[in-house]
């Protein structure tokens, strides 16, 4: 019953201290789970991500619903979920009864301008923690590389195309790859 306990508080504490959704949560979760306590691991953690950003809802729920899984089955899941979401939710209800013009408060916008920043740098740190750690082989770094660069190009021109459709064509692109050149991509994986 302890370790539900805990996931419930570990995941309760990230969802109550951090601002700008699942992405800025990332870094946090990482470092909870596992730097300080080894719940999962590296590798695990960036599947993690990729799993949560694929399939449907809120990354940083995602992740918390497999870490807790991982540790105590179904009722870990659950337990990492609600302490996920309940700080969230208790937040916005208790603004939503007592504070009709919130964010029009001076003091609560410009606490929001500085958040907006530090939210940046965490899913910056995020994507840079993931991107050190992940094996560096020619071809995932070449799908990487022209993602990001449709990605930006798609920003900066202001063009209509669905990000999900650019992940579909990236996932297709590295499956049609592997099934082609696959003991060769193996290969080279296992040297190093």
């Known amino acids: 019953m302890n370790i539900l306990f805990e996931l419930f508080l570990t995941f309760a504490r990230i969802g ?7 992405y800025a949560m990332i870094s946090l979760i990482e470092h909870t789970c596992v730097e300080k306590k080894r719940w999962i691991t590296h590798d695990d953690m960036m ?10 809802g809120p990354v ?12 105590k ?6 337990a990492a979920t609600f302490g996920m979401v309940l700080p ?5 209800y208790l603004i939503s009864m007592f504070l009709d013009n919130f964010l029009e408060i001076t003091l609560i916008a410009n606490a929001f301008r500085g958040i907006k920043a530090a939210v940046g740098i965490l899913i910056l740190d995020a ?4 991107i050190k750690k992940m094996q560096k082989r020619p071809m995932p770094l070449v799908i990487m590389s022209c993602s990001c660069i449709a990605m930006l190009l798609l920003n900066i021109f202001s063009w209509d195309f669905s990000s999900v459709a650019l992940i579909l064509i990236a996932g297709t692109v590295s499956l049609v790859l592997f099934f082609t050149c696959g ?3 193996r290969k080279g994986g296992e040297e190093k």
């Open 73 to 78: 089955g179904f009722a870990g899941a659950a």
């Open 88 to 92: 969230s939710f208790v937040i916005i």
């Open 16 to 22: 109550l201290f951090t601002f700008g959704g699942g």
């Open 127 to 130: 994507g840079f923690r993931m």
């Open 183 to 185: 003991k060769e991509v």
């Open 60 to 71: 940083a729920i995602n992740c918390s619903t497999f870490v807790g899984y991982r540790q």
């Open 47 to 56: 599947h993690i991500t990729v799993i949560a950003e694929s399939t449907p």
